[in-house]
């Protein structure tokens, strides 16, 4: 690739001779190089399936994280609840023992 990159800038270097050499230089590299964008895509099933198992870890990670919040959120508002109305209910029987008393 550097020397494909040097020759393009040379100026002896013409047009007949640089197709010539990437004919040549494609015929050298993997087809799973894209020569026209420098970029490497990769055709395997052991990259993609270890992203999908990447991903999939990552997912499950999530939703173990959120449902693990919603339940600890829904435990503490129950245990609020039944604090608030076992107070107002000692309240009122307070009130009513105060109002019997006068």
Known sequence: MIMMM?????????????????????SKISPAVNLTTNTITTTSSNNNSIVVVVVVV????????VVVVVVVVV???????????EVVAAIAEEEKE???ER
Request: proline share 0%.
């Open 6 to 26: 040097m020759m393009m800038f040379d100026d002896d270097f013409d047009d007949d001779n640089r197709e010539a050499y990437d004919r040549k230089s494609r």
């Open 58 to 65: 990552v997912v499950v990670v999530v939703v173990v994280v």
């Open 75 to 85: 435990v503490v508002e129950v245990a609020v609840v039944v604090v608030v109305v």
């Open 98 to 100: 105060e109002k019997k």
